[in-house]
């Protein structure tokens, strides 16, 4: 999951073969090296005492972080109407965000490695923080616009589940509810920032990703205890404070090694093919162009068809 990540902020302007050799090189350069840092038997985060259930460093602070750096490297896309920011389909996206949602159990839960009582915590802790992120996020949007929208609340569960990513076998359910929560009011935050920038990070990787994974893995270091975990640490909550620091440096080497990793590999692959696709292309359609096919025709009469039928 994690590269795929990625291709939401760069959607709509990179050349599907510099994508592919970024991101096959972007997989053994960067996500493996970090992926046995943190989770590895002798990786030097693992063994410093950092905790990451499922992800919050390895795949979300890395995927999120280079999305960013992508973004910036790429330029923005060009726009010819707002209505191109806008989602194509929202009962769609809610239905994606449903299945996440339900596959997150098996992200999180799974990461127990067996089908036992801290699995079944981790569902639990999964299962709240994204109910609380969407009930943050909707009340913050409603604070700010007066309405509450489908689209929102959809990101809002991503974020949320997102935030829980690394704590879900650590921290206490009524924690889960307090990491959730904190993890939608920070990304909505960052994302309402980002847009009103020249930076063009089309799905919010980095807000929704980079800003909960963030989250997620400092306020493990607040909320972790042995009490549902013996493996994991207390957090400062429990008298450990040292894990905190710990998680918060964690976050720092992962941001910092994905964002050089990801501008080196770029820069290389922009040399031997380049990133943007032209211009035209982007008018008449990059699957069109890259591909040689359209999800959507339209015929003489101007009707649209979809998947060939009316």
């Known amino acids: 999951i994690t590269p795929a990540l990625i291709s939401g902020a760069v959607v709509g302007r990179m050349k599907f073969r510099a994508y592919a050799l970024f991101i096959s090189a972007w997989s053994l350069v960067v996500y493996c090296p970090l992926a046995h840092w943190v989770w590895g038997p002798d990786g030097w985060i693992g063994v410093m005492g950092a905790l990451d259930f499922a992800g919050g460093t390895v795949v ?3 995927a999120g972080v280079s999305a960013l750096v992508a973004a910036i490297v790429l330029g923005p896309r060009r726009r010819d109407g707002e209505a191109e920011a806008n989602p194509h389909n929202v ?12 596959g997150w159990f098996g992200f999180n839960a799974g990461s127990a490695l067996a089908a036992d009582g801290l699995a ?13 992120a969407v009930v943050t996020w909707v009340g913050i949007e409603m604070g700010y616009t007066g309405k509450p929208s489908a689209t929102g609340a959809a990101i809002a569960a991503v974020v949320g589940l997102v935030t829980i990513t690394p704590a879900a076998g650590f921290v206490t359910p009524m924690a889960a509810i307090v990491i959730g929560a904190v993890g939608a009011a920070m990304s909505y935050g960052t994302m309402s920032l980002l847009r009103r920038t020249a930076l063009d990070d089309t799905l919010d990787v980095f807000a929704c990703h980079g800003v909960g994974g963030i989250v997620g893995s400092v306020l493990t270091g607040v909320f972790a205890t042995t009490t549902v975990n013996p493996d994991g640490a207390n957090g400062v909550l429990f008298g450990n404070p040292e894990l905190l620091a710990v998680q918060t440096l964690s976050v720092l080497v992962a941001a910092a090694f994905a964002a050089a990793g990801t501008a080196a590999i770029l820069l290389i692959v922009r040399g031997l093919t380049g990133l943007r696709t032209a211009e035209t292309a982007t008018r008449v359609g990059i699957d069109l162009v890259e591909h040689d096919e359209l999800a959507y025709w339209r015929d003489s009469s101007s009707t649209w068809l979809v998947g060939g039928e009316s």
Not at 91 to 102: E, K, R
Not at 122 to 127: G, N, P, Q, Y
């Open 60 to 62: 979300h602070v890395s």
């Open 91 to 102: 009962p769609f996206v809610v239905l994606g965000a449903s299945l996440l949602w339900f």
């Open 120 to 132: 079944s915590l981790a569902f639990v802790t999964t299962m709240l923080a994204a109910a609380a």
